[in-house]
């Protein structure tokens, strides 16, 4: 099983890190195109479980659209997108708080956070293409390597020091130690980018603010996804990836990390 998810780690690596330097963001939208017909299908398993075939067609409609709404991108909808994405995962963040198991959720409730995720899916590969296009993929690879760096610093400080649950009743395997693990790793990381790349152009406040911003909320995008999946019983979101399970169970921090890091630029740029 480790070697598995290690092959696949390793060939998902060069797909995503070598498409995001490729200068010509077509092939950017083309990948997270593919991405997001998966996430989509993965989305409505977990929500409304429609069968194979009527999943796999919405899907190719919702990406259709969304490859259509690509013409009409422009900073502003960009913008007014983003922060929009920032407030919804803020908003989440905090009803965190009052989420109990059911395990049956009724079917409008479904229908309503299947409309929530998939707007929060648009929202984020929206902005990524657009970061791309805007700053290049060196800035976008920076963002995927803030919730890398999240992910691996929780991992192995959860693992060492782990005794505090951070979310008991979403996510019984999480705890504040690995967390803060996380963050520390971050925030060296975050000094060490800044030094090296002059943060595209960004004061070192702004520059350490957003990216701050963005790491602490990967980790409600991960939370978020672990609802949905205990509301619907099973482990992985789908099994496309072999050792890592679903897309969604890959890209469900970026999906919050996105809308902030990419308001932020533009929130830092009118400072």
């Known amino acids: 099983m480790l070697k598995q998810r ?9 797909v995503v890190i070598g498409t995001i330097l490729i200068p010509n963001t077509l092939w950017v939208s083309i990948l997270f195109a593919g991405m997001l017909f998966a996430a989509t299908r993965e989305m409505l398993m977990l929500t409304i479980k429609p069968p194979a075939l009527p999943a796999a067609i919405a899907s190719g409609l919702f990406v259709a ?3 259509w709404s690509l013409g009409l991108v422009n900073p502003l909808l960009i913008y007014w997108q983003s922060l929009a994405g920032l407030v919804l995962w803020v908003m989440i963040t905090f009803a965190f708080i009052a989420y109990r198991h059911h ?13 929530l995720g998939l707007d929060l899916l648009w929202i984020c590969v929206h902005g990524l293409i657009y970061l791309h296009g805007t700053y290049g993929g060196e800035m976008l690879l920076y963002l995927f390597s803030l919730v890398w760096i999240a992910d691996i610093g929780a991992y192995f400080s959860g693992r060492r020091f782990g005794k505090r649950k951070l979310a008991a ?6 705890t504040w130690e690995g967390f803060y693990g996380g963050q520390v790793a971050n925030l060296i990381w975050i000094v060490c980018i800044y030094q090296i790349s002059s943060g595209w152009g960004f004061g070192w406040v702004q520059f350490f603010l957003v ?6 909320i990967s980790v409600v995008g991960d939370l978020f996804e672990s609802i949905l999946k205990r509301e619907a ?3 992985d979101s789908g099994r496309l990836l072999p050792g890592h399970g679903g897309v969604l169970d890959r890209i469900d921090s970026v999906i919050a990390a ?7 630029t533009f929130l830092a740029g009118s400072l």
């Open 6 to 14: 290690i092959i696949t780690g390793i060939v998902l690596a060069i």
């Open 65 to 67: 659209l969304f490859w």
């Open 103 to 115: 395990g049956n959720l009724p079917l409008l409730a479904r229908i309503l956070i299947l409309g």
């Open 169 to 174: 009743a979403i996510s019984p395997g999480k």
């Open 211 to 216: 990216s701050v911003a963005t790491s602490l």
């Open 233 to 235: 019983g099973v482990k």
């Open 258 to 264: 996105s809308p902030v890091f990419v308001a932020g």
